[in-house]
C-alpha cells in the first residue's frame, strides 16, 4: 500500500490560489484579496496566509507593488516551459521525433517513481527510455515508467519505436482514458548511466521533470522522469530572453 503525505496548509492553499489564476479567476494585472479577505473565506491563521502568498510571488505567480497590493502576474515562463516538456514526453511519436529509443526493459521500480505509481519499492515495471537529440547533442533524457499490468497486451513492451504517442497506443489497446497530469520539478544529481547518456561532466546536475499521468480516478498510468542538463537548459533560457 502507498501512502501519501498531504501537504502542509499554506501549500494546499497556495494550489487554490494558483488553480484560480490558471481559470481567469484572479486575472493578471488584478489584485488578489486582501490577507484579511483570505483568512476569513478560508478559514485560515494569517501566518499560513502570508506563507502561502510568498510561495506563490517566488514562483513568479504573484508580485507586490507598493501602495496597491499583491497583483497577479499570470503564468511564469519557466511553468509554460515545464508544461511543454511533460506535454512532449506524453505526446512524442518515437518514429518521429529527433532522438533515438536506447533502452526497453524491466526494472526495479526508482524509489522517486515508487510513490507516483503508487507501487511498493523494488516492484518491477517496464521502462521506455528515450534520447533527444538536436544537432548531434544530447539535450534530454525521458526515462518513462509503467505499472506491469498495463502493458500487458500492447507493443510498449518491444524495443522497436512506437508510431504515435503512448498514450495514444494504451487508450487505443487497453481503453484506458488519460485524465490530467501531475508535475513535479526538483534537481538532482544524475545516475552513472543518465550521465553518461547525456555526456554530462562529473558533478554536473539534472533538472528533473516527473510527470505523473493519472486517469479521471486518480490512478497512475505513467511516469514519466525527463531529465535536462542544467548547464544547457541555462544556456536556452538565456537565449529565449535575449
Not at 517513481?113 to 515495471?125: I, R, Y
Request: hydrophobic share 35%; glycine share 8%; aromatic share 4%.
Amino acid at each position: 500500500m502507498a501512502y501519501e503525505v498531504e501537504p502542509p496548509k499554506y501549500v494546499r492553499l497556495a494550489q487554490t490560489l494558483q488553480r484560480r489564476i490558471e481559470d481567469g479567476t484572479y486575472a493578471p494585472g488584478t489584485r488578489v484579496p486582501s490577507e484579511n479577505q483570505l483568512v476569513q473565506a478560508f478559514g485560515m491563521s494569517r501566518p499560513t496566509v502570508v506563507r502561502a502568498l510568498e510561495l506563490l510571488k517566488r514562483d513568479g505567480w504573484l508580485e507586490s507593488r507598493q501602495g496597491y497590493g499583491t497583483i497577479v502576474r499570470g503564468r511564469p515562463e519557466v511553468v509554460e516551459q515545464k508544461d511543454r516538456r511533460g506535454r512532449e514526453a506524453l505526446e512524442r511519436d518515437e518514429t518521429q521525433g529527433a532522438g533515438r529509443l536506447i533502452e526497453v526493459g524491466r526494472v526495479p521500480v526508482p524509489a522517486r517513481v515508487a510513490s507516483a505509481l503508487g507501487l511498493p519499492k523494488k516492484t518491477e515495471v517496464l521502462m521506455r527510455r528515450f534520447l533527444v537529440e538536436e544537432d548531434g547533442e544530447a539535450v534530454e533524457l525521458v526515462s518513462s515508467y509503467f505499472p506491469a499490468g498495463l502493458v500487458e497486451g500492447t507493443e510498449l513492451g518491444t524495443d522497436e519505436p512506437l508510431s504515435g504517442s503512448v498514450r495514444e497506443h494504451l487508450e487505443t489497446r487497453k481503453k484506458v482514458r488519460f485524465d490530467h497530469v501531475v508535475e513535479r520539478v526538483s534537481a538532482r544529481l544524475p545516475e552513472a548511466s543518465e550521465a553518461e547518456l547525456l555526456d554530462l561532466p562529473d558533478g554536473m546536475p539534472v533538472l528533473s521533470v516527473l510527470v505523473v499521468a493519472c486517469d479521471a480516478s486518480g490512478r497512475s498510468l505513467q511516469v514519466a522522469d525527463v531529465l535536462l542538463p542544467a548547464d544547457r537548459q541555462e544556456l536556452e533560457d538565456i537565449y529565449r530572453l535575449s
